[in-house]
């Protein structure tokens, strides 16, 4: 069973900086490229970033592009999103999430976790 676990949201006023991490466990991380969504109030759940398998390519919704960066960590199973110059409009709760086919290009999958709230102050 694939576990996800978002962590690293809070309050941060616009400007600042978070970390997010999401751990995985219950299939070999290093296989599958890795993708980060979001979810604002009364909106549907938004494309953010995504990574390859190696963490050799990345790519990047416009909206986020210059000011949020993706990496992994393959020997510690996680994905990493680094938020820099937040905006109040980045407020949402973020989710990562795994591809669908094990080396190959991100696909989004059916596992989702309970995610993690960020939210940007004015």
């Known amino acids: 069973q694939v576990q996800l676990v978002e962590s690293g949201g809070g309050l ?5 900086s978070l970390r997010l991490s ?3 466990s219950g299939r070999t991380f290093s296989k599958y490229a890795m993708g980060w969504f979001r979810q604002a109030p009364g909106k549907d759940r938004e494309f953010v970033a995504r990574i ?6 990345t790519y990047y919704a416009d909206s986020v592009k210059g000011r949020f960066t993706i990496s992994r960590d393959n ?6 999103l680094q938020m ?11 989710y990562c999430n795994p591809g669908l086919n094990y080396y190959s290009a991100y696909s989004p999958s ?13």
């Open 22 to 24: 999401c751990a995985v």
């Open 52 to 57: 390859s398998w190696s963490g050799g390519s």
């Open 12 to 16: 941060v006023q616009a400007g600042g």
């Open 110 to 122: 059916d596992y989702w976790g309970q995610g993690t709230q960020v939210t940007v102050s004015s």
């Open 84 to 94: 820099n110059s937040l905006k109040p409009e980045d407020t949402a709760v973020y």
């Open 75 to 80: 020997a510690k199973n996680t994905v990493y």
